[in-house]
């Protein structure tokens, strides 16, 4: 890896943008070190003394992208969408469920696998769904150039499944390491129950959970039946004495936030959702982590694609971010980035590109109760800065989302250990 240390360089952007709002065009920036020390009109910073300059005249340059939702352990498992189409969803869950990897080889194999693939799309941070309750997620990211949380995944639905889930959070313990922290993860609310979430939501530590995916998720909570059911009793997973609990996931999930809460809560999907639960989202501080291609994917096999409420969600005051969720429901495995989910919903219109990079952004880190301000384009900036080459750079991140053209790292990440 390339020393920054002593360092002094001027970028010479044709545009420099953040998901705050900022438009600098053209921009010359000032990094000292791997941090940014300026930002400003070429005119206005002047000759720095010591500094070489850098030429990226024809660039957007930007703040490296936030993965709210990923799943970096399953990095590996791609050709997935044949069982989705031909089997269903419950039956992609539980191959899944089955081909993750297990051992700490392989586990280590394909985290990094996934790191590798995010640092290549561009992303600084990521929220990453630890499976198997794995605290190799947490230890490689915590060597790696990323930032961000490792959500252990718990499940546990009802009796003593439930019971030793309970007992396993009670006992965890809150960690930080660098610029990664511990958090946890009820896998859903058809997996895990009332005393699983109630209990993570105890812990000090950033929670996340899957919500409000799918019409068999609603199925199985409002009738206890359906295919979500057929899996669960599969695996064994259901007693005798459990009843569903009747009601739609997301007021479900909501009632079991404590109001005197202090650590962020985020929930991925929420594609079924009713109008009345959305300003109840936006009281619960909840941000919504938007799965744009892993929803399309979804709904291939559907005969009518569902239109995600995120518009409504953040009118009504939602934090919504765009996340990728894993590699296996996506449709490119070259690169795990949010990037991509920008481009579909910008090709959609009606969407201004501020908005879609505020959602690839500070939402992002909100979602992870991250200072928003580490994605912005100001001094002490020290996660990198990635820049687009497109033809026309004066017009900010428009130009990224027009081109299909692959972020490229101009500066990387302070104490980055990718080179
Ligand atoms: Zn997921």
Redesign the pocket.
Known sequence: MESQRGKCEVVMAGSAVDGGGRLVAPAAIVVRDGVVEAVDAPVRVGAVSGATIRNCSGCVVVPPFVNA?T?LDLSFLTDLATVYQEQGFAAWLNRVRCDRPESNEDLCAAVQRGIELSHGGGVGWVGD?AGRRSMVSFEMLSKSSLEGVSYLEVFGLCGHHQAATVEFLRALVPQRRGGVQLGVSPHAPYSSGPLSFEAAMQRPMPLTT?LAETSEELEFMQHGGGPMRQLNDSLGLISPTWKPPGTHPVPWFLDRIPSDRTQSISA?HVNLIEPEMVDQLSQKGVVVMY?VRSNAFFDSARPQPRVHPWRAMMKAGVRVCLAT??ICSLDRSDRLSPLDDARVLWKQGSVDAQTLLAMLSVHGLAAMGLAIEKALLQPGAKNGLIGFEVTNPHLGFRSVLDHDVSPQWIVPPVDSVIA
């Open positions: 939702h799943h769904i899957h991925a799965c969720d894993g």
